[in-house]
């Protein structure tokens, strides 16, 4: 799994066998996780919970939201870079 970020104890990463999907990141606590919150990106620089499986807190997830849509542009990059080609959930 691609790690992308680390912030804090968080590790926001890429799971390699999901191609095909729209662009979004995984964040997980110290490590790559099976179980991870996943956050999709929008196409108009923004992003969505997709789900909270493990289990963050409000505040972190929203510190965490923030921080994907200031890098939004060098996620989507690096996306690009790793599956080939890029569409958004929204």
Do not use: Q
């Not at 926001?12 to 110290?30: D, M, R």
């Not at 939201?65 to 080939?84: L, S």
């Amino acid at each position: 799994m691609p790690k992308i970020f680390s912030f804090g104890e968080y590790v926001l990463f890429f799971w390699v066998g999901e191609n095909g999907e729209p662009v979004h990141i995984n964040v997980s606590v110290k490590r790559p996780e099976k179980n991870s919150t996943k956050i999709w990106l929008t196409k108009s620089g923004g992003c969505l919970l997709a789900n909270n499986d493990s289990h963050i807190s409000p505040k972190d997830l929203r510190n965490i939201m923030e921080f994907i849509t200031y890098n939004h542009n060098y996620i989507c990059m690096r996306w690009k870079e790793i599956f080939g080609e890029i569409s958004f959930y929204e």
